[in-house]
């Protein structure tokens, strides 16, 4: 099986369109993402291009800020602190990387955690691994869903996470103890990774090496989800080698068209769910 992340994403969006009209009606308001770019990097321009374009196509209030990558941080700050203040911003977004002389960790602790469309304040990482309400990283929420399409119940699965980045890796592993598996997390001082991915029955690769996991690293009928998106020169692939793994796998996410798609898809239901519990 081929797990679809375009489709699904868009199976999404039409959901999360058909609710916002609905809490237009109910609350005479719409959810607002504000997105911040500071800087010109070609990768994050085009991030938040999509975010844009998505964010208007299921009918939020979306602005992009702008800013030169060699803007104070205390201005990144101050205006962070405006929009928190600000009623009809629900999420707000800062688009990463930032230029080196402004401190990301400053930036995320600023944000309002109940408007951190991202996950990444510390208040919502902390909720996440404590299993309270929090807002959850849009790519690991993205895995989670597509994992479902394939098999609803969890339980006691054994799942290798390879990679350990607070983007990725961390609230993955978190999203799967929630499910009841049994987590195994990898990075690049794991002493033998092909054997701790052969005992997997689901394999989470958020690396960024283009495809690191072969066919024969895989356990026959394990689901594969690919998270990494890599430049190379035939192209676009993941940190799996979808060619030889398809074989093993009982599903597998392709890149692009797999985990890509429902990342944005999982921002604009974030951005939601900050609405509502702001409006409750
Ligand atoms: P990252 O912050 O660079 O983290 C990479 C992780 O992989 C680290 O934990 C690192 O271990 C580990 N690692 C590196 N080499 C390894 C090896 N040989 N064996 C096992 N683990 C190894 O990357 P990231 O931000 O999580 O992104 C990972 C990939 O996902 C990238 O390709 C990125 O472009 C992609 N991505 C995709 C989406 C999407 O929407 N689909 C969103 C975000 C990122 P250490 O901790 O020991 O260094």
């Excluded at 374009?53 to 700050?77: C, D, Q, T």
């Excluded at 005992?199 to 026959?220: E, Q, S, T």
């Amino acid at each position: 099986m081929i797990i679809d992340g375009k489709k699904t994403a868009e199976d999404l969006r039409k959901d999360l369109k058909r609710k916002i009209s609905e809490l237009k009606s109910t609350y005479n308001a719409v959810p607002g993402l504000s997105v911040i770019l500071v800087g010109e990097d070609p990768a994050s321009k085009i991030y938040v291009k999509n975010k844009a374009k998505f964010a208007k196509e299921v009918g939020l209030n979306s602005e992009v800020i702008r800013y030169p990558a060699n803007l104070e941080e205390k201005v990144l700050l101050n205006k962070i602190k405006d929009l928190n203040k600000n009623t009809k911003v629900s999420g707000i977004l800062v688009q990463l990387p930032l230029p080196s002389h402004i401190d990301k960790k400053k930036v995320i602790d600023t944000i309002d955690h109940a408007k951190d469309v991202d996950g990444f304040h510390p208040m919502n990482v902390g909720n996440l691994s404590s299993g309270y309400k929090s807002n959850i990283p849009c790519t690991p929420l993205g895995c989670s869903i597509l994992l479902k399409k394939v098999e609803k119940n969890l339980n006691g699965k054994h799942a290798v996470v390879i990679g350990r980045s607070n983007l990725n890796g961390k609230p993955m592993t978190q999203l799967l103890l929630k499910e009841n598996c049994t987590v195994t997390i990898t990075h690049s001082k794991t002493k033998d990774l092909k054997a701790e991915c052969l005992r997997a029955d689901i394999i989470i690769a958020a690396v960024g090496i283009p495809k690191l996991v072969k066919g024969d690293w895989v356990k026959k009928g394990a689901i594969v989800i690919d998270v990494g998106i890599n430049k190379t020169e035939s192209g676009i692939v993941g940190d799996v080698d979808f060619d030889e793994v398809s074989k093993v796998a009982k599903a597998i996410t392709p890149v692009p068209g797999g985990v890509g798609p429902m990342t944005i898809a999982c921002l604009l239901q974030n951005t939601i769910n900050c609405f509502k519990r702001s409006n409750i």
